[in-house]
């Protein structure tokens, strides 16, 4: 029983990572019509170097993500330090505030978006995806860094603020050190989504300014060529890198240590 | 107290400023066109109506295109549940320490990979001359091609494909949780491993494959992108005429009176299975 459950078990790990492998293998494929046999090649990967518009997308897709990161990292922990060490009227709403982002689906989240950005003035463009990737991401931060403040003392801070130290100079020497990996992996959490995040991208960018996941898809819609796979390649060993980082932070998946 | 409110009040705005910017005020914008004649640009005068929303009674298509919405969220569903339950209960009980974690991650890595890259990637699986295509021709150089992309077949292994890790989550958590004393007992009592699995490690993975099935139906019935990458012209959904309304028929009153009647499906989702979830598991 327990070998019939692991043999499954690593069945379906095969069945997620088939199609991303034979991705990754073409990439690597000389022929533009992914013909098989595959004959190893590097020459989509060299013919990035001269693509301007999937540069330009990466470009913006890394900056529009660094930023989100920062801003909704910075936003996220002060609600979340409020949330979890305040005591005041309409605190479980607020919390109840955070869900509609993470659970409403993004095609709807998107639309409004560009209908209300169109209307007020907002428009589209990177300053729009900022907006846009930031608010997504702030939910999250809120939830991650609020989780790793419920596993520390608040008793600590008031001891400090006690003893004269200021509300500011106690966060800063007593709170934040002990927190620290749960602000980096939100920090990575938000960075994530920003750069993975593509519905929401597609209805705010322009034709000029567009994230690499919107550039992708609309590759893939007009006809495309291996360069996609050779850039999605880089990408998804970024994304790979990220997650398994956060996973390091964050002791995902170490919940029951069986020893 | 002033003074501390103050505090809190600056720590709060900031992150709830920029939601409501961002999120709450445009769904409310989006409700208010909803009920515009046409988008309020220019000089036009604003002409309320309520119109949009009789649009299933007025194009009768749209009815055929939410039941192959809905047939595309039953079936990916029901499949990552099929498939999902079982690999958790492996994962939680066939498995532990170092090599449980490694799993744990394999699992989940694939699902923090851009979505739009893994429907693409099957885009070269399953098409005509693909992968599975030339995987079957070695084995059997006889059988006639095998072309699934552009069905409604490609539409579901890709959302299966992609929503899968979420069901494996959930039903793990709840897998997980089981306390090993209750199997013990059964076995001691004489169960035998079928009885253990339908009478206490089913059941109790149950909230999880809930929970699993309410994340996967609700997003699934408002994708687009991979009904149009793995469907072709079969992928009409909501989730595409909703786009087309606002990317090619610039009909936005239309595509937001749309959208709301799925927020509305996707509330009632959310309402009636957070009910049926506390009343059955509440008591616990």
Redesign the interface.
Known sequence: MIALGRTYLLATIAFLYLPIAVMVAMAFNDSALYTLPIEPSLRWFASLAVNAPLQSATRNSLLIASATSVIATAVGAMAALALERKRFRGRSLLRLLLLPPIAIPWLIIGTAMLVFFFWTGIGRGIHALLIGHVALAIPYVVLIIGAGLQTLRADLEEAAMSLGSTPIHAFFSITLPPLLPSVLAAALFAFAVSLDQFVISYFLSTPGVSTLPVEIYSSIRKGFTPEINAISTIFLGVSSALVLVFAQLSHLGGKRDSR | MAR??W??AA??A???G??A???????G??LF?SFLKAA?FGTRPLQFTFDNYLAFVRRPYLIDVAWTSIQIGLWTTGLCAL??L??A?????????RS??V????????F???????V??????LRE???LD?ALHLVAPSAPAVALLYSFPAIIIGLV?AY??YM?LTCYLSA?AIDDAYIEAARSLGAR?PMIFAKIVLPLSLPGLISGAILIF??V?????EP??LGGRVGVTM?TM??DQ??QAFN?PL??AL?FT??AV?LII?GVSSRALSARFGAQ
């Open positions: 501390r409110d505090t809190t720590l709060l900031p992150a709830y920029w939601l910017l961002a999120v709450f005020l445009p769904l914008a989006m066109f309020p498939v999902g079982p690999a209960i492996a994962l939680a009980r066939a498995t532990r320490g449980q974690q799993l744990f991650l394999l699992i989940v890595l694939p923090w990979t851009n979505g739009l890259v893994r693409f990637s099957w885009t070269m699986v001359g693909g992968v030339y494909h899968l890790p494996i997980a491993t609700v997003p019935i408002g994708s687009f992108m149009r990458i989730g909703i786009e606002f990317v936005w595509g937001a959208s799925m927020l996707v959310f």
